[in-house]
């Protein structure tokens, strides 16, 4: 009974600090440009490249360039969630509530994802044009597994992001660490192949390219639903340290 | 069922890399007390406030609200205790009912008890007329008060407030003084504060932390005569100068006197003297002597008050002298 209320009081903790996150974004100008310059480059992308006459009904150009304007989208999305806290102060009021570090990363956690989640909503009218006017119709199919290789890919961003926004009291040094971070993740394939075994294949296993490709075909690999929910997990692990060690300086 | 000090501290201890910050304070505040905790810049005062709040974790030593271990038990300690930090952080975007709604959730208020918390602190700290506005449009004084809410708003027994009034200007001081008055009848309470007459002011118990330690602890008053020595103030009707020079003599005389000093003229001839004494001696007949030796018509002696602020400076320097040693 007391972990159920345990959990349950984690829960709302969470739950408090997501929507408070939530509302943070939607109430200053930054959250609006950021999902309207997304949504503008996005739809610019469908509009020239996939619902251009004789095309073939894929969304793939689409995916293909929404997964590369993550990277500074979801680095700017995530770099204020710590670090604004710590610059602030407002850290020492929720860090004295009855919240623990846990809950406070995954309530922000939530909260960013949530806010990404926003952002992508709106592109689901695209494949629902491209029903409406492609003949033959699209194959929904890697259309949905698209859709799950960027929450994921947007995930380990997010994740990334947070961990650096807790270690540090400046936004703009967060943004930046998450970004090169990130940009190690996107090019470890292609700086291992200079490399011998088993560096190589160790970096082509890192590389978020070499996990997306089955995705962009339509076909959910678990090692890779399994790589990205780990390196999310290890991610939020790390940064829940970052938030206690903070508490010890 | 056994009866916990509001407030205890053992041993704490605090380092920043080499900087040794806390060493070793101890206290306990009863159920009921407001106490101000007084210190220069760097004195060690905020880290053992946040240290109490459980934002900073000590290196060594026990710290309990309510008879919970602040470490071993975090979330009960923080349900008991209500933490205003110092320039009082609030998101500036957000609505004061709506972060006090956040904060309410934070605490795991269930809704009907947060609508009524919220309802009873907004009342409590005059906010009604600003409820519904962005907290970064609100002036110093509404911000402190809407921090001071969201400290009240899951009505802990203890009340922790860091520097309440900095910032302010006098009229929003006198407010937010008040305000904490009327809530010092029913919570205990540990203030730090830099503004010596508030502390004295607010007060029942006065605690002076310098270079990491507690060096003083005590009521004013008790702190005025543990750390000043004895005097009084003498007021005296002394026709010319000299009979003034033969009082000073005869009071300078006395056992147990230290200095004397004229402090003004008054009309009439009216006199005032700083007789100053070792601590303890009582040299009151020795003044009424000295005054009929002299053929001076004495009006009062006043054993001399010692300010929190002769006290606070008194503690420092024997610290400073103690750290020179």
Known sequence: ??????????????????????????????????????????????????LAPARPATMRPFFDVAGWLLLPVVPAVAMRLFAEEYRTGTIEPLATSPASSLTLVLGKYAGGAIFLACMFAPTLVYPALLTVYSDPAPDLGPIATGYLSLALVAGLYLAVGIAASAGTSNATLAFMT?????LGFLLAGWLGRSLDDPWRSMLYRLSIPSRTGDFAKGIIDTSHVVFFGGAIAWCLALTVGIVQWRRWR | MPMHAAVRVEDVHKWYGSLHAVRGVSFELPKAQVAGLLGHNGAGKSTLIRMIAGFLTPDHGVIEIDGVDVETDRRSAAARIGYLPESTPLYPEARVEDYLHFRGRLFGMPWSARGGGVSRVVEQCWLKDVRKRRIGELSKGYRQRVGLAAALLHDPPVLVLDEPTSGLDPTQVREMRGLIRGLASERTMLISSHVLPEVEMLCDRVMIVASGKLRADGAVADLASRFTPGGLEVEALVHDEHAAGRFVGALGAIAGVTRVDQRAVGPGGWRRYAVHAAAGVDVREGVARAAQGACVTLREIAPTRAT???????????????GTA
Not at chain 1, 18 to 33: C, D, H, T, V
Not at chain 1, 178 to 182: A, D, M, Q, Y
Not at chain 2, 308 to 322: I, K, N
């Open chain 1, 1 to 50: 009974m007391k972990t159920g209320n345990s959990i349950s009081r984690a829960w709302s903790g969470a739950w408090a600090v997501a929507r408070r996150e939530l509302s943070a974004y939607f109430r200053q100008p930054a959250g609006w440009i950021i999902v309207a310059l997304y949504l503008l480059l996005c739809g610019a992308v469908f509009s020239v490249m996939v």
């Open chain 1, 178 to 182: 998450t970004l090169f971070v990130v």
């Open chain 2, 308 to 322: 929190l602020e002769a006290v606070f400076v008194r503690v420092l320097e024997e610290s400073a002298a103690e």
